[in-house]
């Protein structure tokens, strides 16, 4: 399941996923690919 994934965030919400990525351990794209995983996951049920 490799798919490439673009896509833009403004400013103010690129420092909100930063932050909490780092509350998280995670590195911003770290964070961006869980989010992602989450939402395919709340797509299928």
Same mark, same amino acid.
């Given at each position: 399941?490799?798919?490439? +994934?673009?896509? %833009?965030?403004? @400013?103010?919400?690129?420092?909100? +996923?930063?932050? %909490?990525?780092? @509350?998280?351990?995670?590195?911003?794209?770290?964070?961006?690919?869980?989010?992602?995983?989450?939402?395919?996951?709340?797509?299928?049920?």
């Amino acid at each position: 399941m490799n798919k490439k +994934i673009t896509f %833009k965030i403004d @400013e103010e919400h690129f420092e909100g +996923i930063k932050e %909490k990525g780092n @509350e998280l351990g995670m590195t911003m794209g770290g964070y961006v690919r869980y989010l992602v995983l989450k939402s395919s996951e709340m797509q299928q049920n």
